[in-house]
């Protein structure tokens, strides 16, 4: 089976930055499109941000300026640097990848890891 896993949630001061990190393994053949989505309490999941394996990204505008995305040499993980934080970025931010876990797949299936936590406050 296929795992993502997210680190790096916790809890930082209005203005302050966390680097999230989301690490993929189990049976994987390739990672394509990569991305980090969030979710505050009582509203829909949103697109963060995202990576395609050719490195072209793509911000929402709340966002822009202000958070980065990233991924490894490897491509089996995908980074989320997080800066100006204020008390609107906290959620549940999920790491998501299209994956695909045999040859000749060249568009895979989607994988959610299951959050991290960001809270800001002072």
């Known amino acids: 089976q296929v795992q993502l896993v997210e680190s790096g949630g916790g809890l930082v001061q209005p203005g302050g930055s966390l680097r999230l990190s989301c690490v993929a393994s189990?049976?994987?053949?390739?990672?394509?499109?990569m991305g980090w989505y969030r979710q505050r309490s009582g509203k829909e999941r949103e697109l963060v941000a995202s990576i395609t394996t050719a490195g072209s990204t793509n911000y929402a505008d709340s966002v822009k300026g202000r958070f980065t995305i990233s991924r490894d040499h490897a491509m089996n993980t995908v980074y989320l640097q997080m800066n100006s934080l204020g008390p609107e970025d906290a959620a549940v931010y999920y790491c998501?990848?299209?994956?695909?876990?045999?040859?000749?797949?060249?568009?895979?299936?989607?994988?959610w890891g299951r959050g991290t936590l960001v809270t800001v406050s002072s």
């Open positions: 998501n990848a299209r994956i695909a876990i045999i040859p000749d797949d060249y568009y895979g299936m989607d994988y």
């Open positions: 189990g049976r994987i053949f390739s990672i394509y499109d």
